[in-house]
């Protein structure tokens, strides 16, 4: 029985990029960050979005760990948790091919030896196409988390330009405080202007400056 994905969990593209993501960060070390072994009891996973990756020996989508059955064996269910994928089928990894099962959610003991005996993991692929449901939760997940992004992007772009224009406006008004102060003071000195017509000519100063940054 196929897993009931979840809209609210990432989808397995959203994971692939963030794995990709994680793996440019990367980049250039000289000691990358190694994978530990997996624990006792627990087995090493790999998914890859198309089986041409694992015929080219390309790097897994995704990588990650699910724990054993006391008796050795796997129920893939727990792989299509991890993923958030609506089915996964495990690859043969001595002919690339899907490998057959006589239960579609279970992995007998002997079917886990066999499949990671090469690579000490199993590689897992989601049959194509995923079921109508499925393809609509995660396209509307998809939009939704687009449209997120926007918003959030939106925000930031108007945050940045207000706070901008008060600053340039703050600090025109300060370099008209001191462009007008100088040749007040000096005219002061030799004249009796009266205090009133000093203030008004600053605002008048002020009203223009405000006009043209914001024009």
Not at 134 to 147: E, I, M, Y
């Amino acid at each position: 029985m196929p897993y009931s994905v979840s809209l609210t969990l990432p989808t397995p593209k959203e994971l692939a990029e963030a794995t990709q993501a994680a793996r440019e960060s990367t980049w250039g070390m000289r000691y990358p960050p190694r994978r530990p072994a997996p624990l006792p009891g627990w087995i090493r996973v790999q998914f890859y979005s198309h089986l041409y990756r694992i015929r080219h020996e390309m790097l897994p989508d995704m990588e990650g760990e699910v724990m054993l059955h006391p008796s050795g064996g796997l129920d893939t269910r727990r792989v299509c948790k991890l993923w958030n994928l609506e089915e996964c089928t495990p690859i043969d990894p001595m002919r690339w091919i899907p490998f057959e099962r006589s239960e579609p959610n279970w992995l007998s003991p002997l079917a886990v030896s066999v499949l990671s005996e090469q690579n000490k993991c199993i590689k897992f692929i989601e049959p194509a196409p995923p079921s109508p449901t499925t393809f609509h939760k995660r396209t509307f997940r998809q939009a939704t988390v687009h449209l997120y992004t926007s918003v959030c992007l939106f925000s930031q772009l108007s945050y940045s330009l207000t706070a901008t224009s008060a600053s340039s406006c703050v600090h025109l008004i300060e370099q008209g405080a001191v462009v007008i102060k100088r040749p007040w003071d000096w005219l002061d000195e030799r004249t009796k202007i009266p205090e009133w017509l000093g203030y008004l000519v600053m605002a008048l100063y002020f009203r223009s400056l405000l006009v043209v940054n914001t024009g």
